[in-house]
């Protein structure tokens, strides 16, 4: 986890917190077929005070590839439409009584028709901005991969999110909210697709 202070802004100090970010999924090249798959996640933003831009992002996977040239970007990250992906992204609250989490508001799609990313075969980032007073954001994303789909590039699609302070607060204040922002999957591992299938 990184904790940055910069300088600027309205407020003395611009106050930033970027966890690490989260693989959703790889997806290699030359892929076998792949039902839906859905990952979910979430992102505490228990602080009305704090805003979280959350990100999908769709990445070319360069590590292990040393020396080859890096992908020429943008490129279509459906690879023709043999790769889908979907978001449904809402607020929740905890019910003190049971102690479950029960979705409030949706902000990205519905739970019975989810948004199709991306909105552009070019746009390798999705990103939402939510304040919200809600307990946490929850979000389920769905892969589908097409029989006979094959990929120039091995994809990572990492979960990124940056959190901000929208009022003044003092930077020893930020210091004791930032250990509570603590995005993480939820009851799912990431999807890891080599060459002939899942």
Not at 54 to 79: E, H, K, R, W, Y
Not at 138 to 152: D, I, L, N
Request: aromatic share 8%; net charge negative.
């Amino acid at each position: 986890m990184s904790l940055k202070r910069r300088s600027g802004g309205t407020n003395d100090g611009v106050k930033v917190f970027e966890p690490q970010p989260l693989r959703l999924a790889h997806i290699d090249t030359d892929l076998g077929p792949l039902a839906p798959a859905p990952i979910y996640f979430r992102v505490p933003t228990a602080d009305g005070r704090v805003q979280a831009k959350i990100a999908i992002v769709a990445a070319p996977d360069v590590s292990g590839q040393t020396g080859a040239p890096v992908p020429s970007i943008p490129f279509d990250v459906t690879f023709g439409g043999t790769v889908g992906v979907t978001l449904w992204m809402c607020t929740r609250e905890c019910d003190e009584g049971s102690g479950l989490f029960l979705p409030m508001t949706n902000l990205v799609g519905t739970f019975a028709t989810p948004q199709v990313l991306p909105f552009d075969s070019g746009l390798m980032v999705f990103s939402e901005s939510v304040l919200s007073d809600g307990d946490d954001v929850f979000g389920m994303v769905t892969f589908t991969v097409a029989a006979g789909s094959e990929q120039q590039n091995p994809m990572n699609w990492l979960l990124n999110v940056k959190y901000t302070p929208v009022v003044e607060m003092s930077y020893e204040e930020w210091c004791r909210l930032v250990p509570t922002f603590n995005p993480e999957l939820i009851g799912s591992t990431i999807i890891d697709l080599e060459p002939g299938g899942p």
